[in-house]
C-alpha cells in the first residue's frame, strides 16, 4: 500500500508555479492576481479561503479578500462579481461555496466570466471539459488528475467507481476519467443515493473516487484487494479528545479500507491539498493566456 501524498504533489505544483511566476516578473509581466469572495462565517469556508491566500502569497500572486456578512442580497453579491468581471488586474474569481439560503448559487457561478473561472464551475467550461476542448477544470477533479499523473497510476483500461454526482467532484471526474488522455481510458460507473448494490459495484473497482459527503462511508467490505481509492471528503466530526472539538475525516473508513489497497489517499493531505494546487493552476493559466 502506498499513500498518494497531495501535500507532496501539492508542494511540487507550487515551486514550480513560482519559479514561473518569478519568471513573469524578470520579463516585466504582471503577476497573477486572484479574487476570492467569502459570505459569512463558516468556520470551513473561513479555513478553505485563508489557505488559498496563503497560498497566493507564498507562490508570488497577488491576492484579494472580499468579504460580506451572511445577510448580503443576492443583487449586491452580483453587482460585485460584474465589477470584478470587468477589472482588468483580476485574473480569476471564485466564490467560496457554499452560500447563504438567499442566494442562488447557479447565478453566481454563471455570473463569472468564464474566463476568470478558476473553479471551473461556468457552464461554459464544464461545456468545453466534455468536449475535450481546453477549459479550466473544476479544481478539486483536476487536482485529482494531477495526483494520478504524478504516481504515474496506469488509468487506461480501468474500471472506475465514482461514488457521489455533485457538480463539483463526481460528474466531472467521471468524464475526465472516461476521456482518451494519459490520465483516462478508464470505464466509468457513476453510483449515486439511488443506486443499487452499491457494494457489488465497487467491489469490481479498480479505482474508487469516494464524494458524497458521508464520513467514513467507504469501509473494506466495499473494497477489493488492490484498489485505489480516491478520498475527497472532508467532514468534521465531533472529537473531544481534540484541541479543536472536532476530527476531520474523509469518506473512506481508512484504518480498514488502507490495508487493502495498492494507493490510497489520507485525509488530510490528500485531495484537499490537490484542490488549491489545482486552483493556482488555473489562476496562472488564466493570467497568461490573457497577457
Keep these: 500500500m502506498q499513500i498518494l501524498d497531495g501535500k507532496l504533489v ?11 511566476v518569478a519568471a513573469l516578473k524578470e520579463k516585466g509581466k504582471k503577476k ?32 484579494t479578500l472580499i468579504r460580506f456578512n451572511t445577510d448580503v442580497e443576492e443583487d449586491v453579491l452580483l453587482r460585485k462579481i ?14 467560496q461555496l457554499p452560500l447563504p439560503k438567499q442566494i442562488a448559487e447557479e447565478k453566481v457561478i454563471n455570473a463569472i466570466a ?40 496506469e488509468t487506461k483500461g480501468k ?38 448494490n452499491l457494494k457489488a459495484i465497487c467491489l469490481q473497482a479498480d479505482i474508487i473516487v469516494a464524494a458524497l459527503g458521508k464520513a467514513e462511508f467507504l469501509t473494506a467490505d466495499m473494497v477489493k484487494d488492490g484498489a485505489i481509492v480516491i478520498d475527497v471528503g472532508i467532514t468534521r466530526v465531533e472529537d473531544k479528545s481534540k484541541k479543536k472539538g472536532y476530527a476531520i475525516k474523509g469518506d ?8 487493502k489497497c495498492s494507493y490510497i489517499t ?11 494546487a489545482a486552483l493556482m493552476q488555473n489562476t496562472y493559466l488564466a493570467a497568461t493566456q490573457k497577457q
Excluded at 460584474?82 to 466564490?95: F, H, K, R, T, Y
Aim: hydrophobic residues 35%; glycine residues 10%; proline residues 6%.
Design 10 to 20: 501539492a508542494q511540487t505544483v507550487k515551486n514550480d508555479l513560482k519559479i514561473k
Design 32 to 63: 497573477p492576481h486572484l479574487a476570492a469572495v467569502l459570505v459569512g462565517n463558516n468556520g470551513a469556508s473561513e479555513t478553505y479561503v485563508a489557505s488559498k491566500v496563503k497560498t497566493c502569497e507564498e507562490i508570488g500572486y497577488q491576492s
Design 82 to 95: 460584474q465589477e470584478l468581471n470587468a477589472d482588468d488586474n483580476i485574473d480569476g474569481i471564485l466564490v
Design 114 to 153: 468564464a474566463e476568470k473561472d478558476v473553479d471551473g464551475f461556468h457552464p461554459t467550461n464544464i461545456g468545453k471539459m466534455i468536449q475535450g476542448q481546453p477549459a479550466y477544470i473544476p479544481a478539486t477533479p483536476y487536482g485529482i488528475l494531477l495526483l494520478l499523473k504524478h504516481y504515474k497510476i
Design 159 to 196: 474500471h472506475a467507481v465514482v461514488i457521489g454526482r455533485s457538480n463539483i467532484v463526481g460528474r466531472p471526474i467521471s468524464i475526465l476519467l472516461s476521456q482518451n488522455t494519459p490520465t483516462g481510458n478508464c470505464t466509468v460507473t457513476l453510483c449515486h443515493s439511488h443506486t443499487s
Design 252 to 259: 473512506v473508513h481508512f484504518e480498514t479500507v488502507a490495508p
Design 266 to 276: 489520507p485525509v488530510p493531505g490528500g485531495v484537499g491539498a490537490m484542490t488549491i
